[in-house]
Nanobody, 130 residues
Framework: QQRPVESGGGLVQPGGSLKLSCDAS????????IGWFRQAPGKERQGVSC?????????KYADSVKDRFTISVDNVEDTVYLEMNNLKAEDTAVYYC??????????????????????WGQGTQVTVSS
């Protein structure tokens, strides 16, 4: 089954950093937008950040992660990264990478909502705790 593959989760202390990776090589960043989402126990899935390489690299961030998280890409490896700094306990969740598309030659901004994404990874756990 076609799906993106996340990696890089783990246990980190409050104030620490982690960098997640999303292997989107099965999709191609020119043809799909990529989003990062997270889901904490007992809570709904939440959009974290997304990027559209085809739409001039435009990005979006949830208010709760602005100025702490940065999304970036490696266009050669079709990999999307989520660098997370100054992590807080409330960032604890399973983080998912998802692909929106195919764009079919029509570049558009990435969608912030999970309902726009058809292909989902299996998730990687991020735990922020002392």
């Amino acid at each position: 089954q076609q799906r993106p593959v996340e990696s890089g989760g783990g246990l980190v202390q409050p104030g620490g950093s982690l960098k997640l990776s999303c292997d989107a090589s099965q999709f191609g960043l020119r043809f799909y937008n990529i989003g990062w989402f997270r889901q904490a126990p007992g809570k709904e899935r939440q959009g974290v950040s997304c990027i559209s390489v085809s739409n001039r690299g435009s990005t979006k961030y949830a208010d709760s992660v602005k100025d702490r998280f940065t999304i970036s890409v490696d266009n050669v490896e079709d990999t999307v990264y989520l660098e997370m700094n100054n992590l807080k306990a409330e960032d604890t969740a399973v983080y998912y990478c998802a692909a929106q598309g195919p764009l079919l030659g029509n570049p558009r901004p990435c969608a912030p909502g999970a309902e726009s994404y058809r292909f989902w990874g299996q998730g990687t756990q991020v735990t922020v705790s002392s």
